[in-house]
């Protein structure tokens, strides 16, 4: 048995639970401070808002509404220093022309730390007007790391293990949960609390908007799966304690969140054509779309991970062709490759953003195109669509052709010469 050393959670949690006007940003910050003044919560406690709720999916009225964010903002910020608490909601954000749905967590000196959704639901139309979030972590506040989950989110476990895993022991949930799914809403809840062994603090709105009767149930849960308080499906406010020692207790009998073994073998990543043929049809008939881009990837340098990332990100799974070494010397010349294609396949499979390698000793990679059938065809921003190995192929079955900009100043040739000026 191994004692886990006193880990700081919030004192205490709130929910404030209500329904959310769609794109009346004053009406529903007002919701907000009136329940604040029934709440009353003392001094460290943890309140938790719905998502979106300055103002609902009202994408007609977006780009005012990410413009009021900071405005909201600044009111949680006075809201949380009046009672010496820390406050946290999703509200619309623009970035560089991008819009996210994004959970934020405010206290009396400003924003602590923001989540931005990691996964947009379709048939809320997400995915036509916003953009993904990227490398979710865990938030610091003055009581400790806390996790972040946006809805549609709660239904990966792996975002919420990955924030444990870096110290969270508290997980902060904003949702807009649908009432015909009101079962799944609570397994889930309680299934994040027990399997990481943390405190979860969920808030849902209630009422209707835009046709959807949403679920409320706000719940607070402990990290052994009891449920400390849960709401009903109208408007309310409430308050739970939370007790570190039951999570200390809890992870003490036995640990779930600190084993962290490494389990993938780099090669078996790499792939015949026949074998990747079987493997991209059981990935293709589960819905998950698969990105295809090619290369010789010699020495793996900073330009290459930047793009192959990047390239995962267009999809679900991300196929490698990789030149052979005697394609690499029919483009590069007889002094090239400096890797053998075993030992590129290797260092490829190693990263993570990588999910299948298949070697081609062809000159182009189109018969393994042809092979894979890729939704996306990813290729670097230099090569104009027309001259894209593969993308007549690709369009033609309706996927897309996507151009990635590289790193300037990264290349092979040039860490080549440079290797050779210093010997």
């Known amino acids: 048995m191994t004692l886990v050393k006193r880990i700081k959670v919030p004192t205490a949690a709130g929910i404030v639970q209500f329904e959310v006007t769609?794109?009346?940003?004053?009406?529903?910050?007002?919701?907000?401070?009136?329940?604040?003044?029934?709440?009353?919560?003392?001094?460290?406690?943890?309140?938790?808002?719905?998502?979106?709720?300055?103002?609902?999916?009202?994408?007609?009225d977006l780009i005012n509404l990410a413009r009021r964010s900071p405005e909201l903002l600044d009111s949680l910020r006075q809201l949380a220093a009046n009672y010496d608490i820390i406050i946290a909601g999703s509200l619309w954000e623009e970035d560089g022309g991008a819009y996210f749905n994004t959970l934020f967590v405010s206290g009396a000196a400003g924003i602590m730390g923001?989540?931005?959704?990691?996964?947009?639901?379709?048939?809320?139309?997400?995915?036509?007007?916003?953009?993904?979030?990227c490398n979710p972590s865990p938030i610091t506040t003055p009581y400790g790391l806390c996790a972040g989950l946006v809805c549609y989110d709660l239904r990966f476990p792996e975002l919420t293990a990955s924030q444990v895993g870096r110290g969270a022991a508290c997980i902060i949930v904003t949702a807009q949960w649908p009432a015909a799914r009101l079962g799944h809403w609570q397994t889930l809840l309680q299934a994040r609390a027990i399997e990481n062994q943390a405190f979860v603090v969920a808030c849902n709105?209630?009422?209707?908007?835009?046709?959807?009767?949403?679920?409320?149930?706000?719940?607070?849960?402990?990290?052994?799966?009891?449920?400390?308080?849960?709401?009903?499906?109208?408007?309310?406010?409430?308050?739970?304690k939370l007790d570190g020692q039951i999570l200390e207790a809890v992870r003490t009998d036995f640990n779930t969140v600190a084993p962290a073994p490494y389990h993938p073998a780099a090669r078996a990543k790499i792939l015949s054509r026949k074998d990747l043929q079987q493997h991209i049809a059981m990935l293709r008939a589960i819905g998950k779309r698969v990105v295809f881009t090619n290369g010789c990837f010699d020495i793996i340098h900073q330009g290459h991970t930047t793009y192959l990332e990047e390239a995962r990100r267009q999809g679900d799974c991300l196929v490698v062709g990789l030149n052979s070494d005697a394609s690499v010397r029919a483009i590069k010349g007889p002094e090239r490759p400096v890797n053998s294609a075993d030992s590129r396949a290797v260092v490829l499979a190693a990263l993570g953003c990588v999910d299948y390698?298949?070697?081609?000793?062809?000159?182009?990679?189109?018969?393994?195109?042809?092979?894979?059938?890729?939704?996306?065809?990813?290729k670097g921003a230099d090569w104009p669509v027309e001259k894209i190995v593969g993308a007549r192929e690709v369009m033609a079955r309706g996927g897309r052709v996507i151009n990635i900009p590289t790193v300037r100043g990264f290349s092979t040739t040039s860490t080549i010469g440079a290797i050779r000026e210093r010997s």
Not at 114 to 133: C, I, N, S, T, V
Not at 361 to 366: D, I
């Open 22 to 60: 769609p794109a009346d940003y004053q009406a529903n910050l007002t919701r907000v401070q009136n329940s604040l003044a029934r709440l009353q919560p003392t001094p460290g406690t943890l309140v938790v808002l719905p998502e979106l709720w300055g103002g609902g999916f009202a994408y007609a």
């Open 357 to 378: 390698i298949s070697i081609f000793a062809e000159e182009t990679p189109l018969d393994l195109i042809k092979t894979v059938r890729p939704d996306i065809l990813v």
């Open 114 to 133: 923001q989540y931005r959704k990691q996964h947009l639901f379709e048939p809320m139309a997400e995915d036509r007007h916003l953009q993904p979030g």
């Open 205 to 240: 709105s209630s009422g209707i908007a835009g046709g959807i009767k949403f679920a409320g149930h706000s719940m607070i849960i402990a990290p052994d799966g009891s449920v400390l308080r849960e709401a009903g499906n109208t408007e309310t406010e409430f308050i739970a």
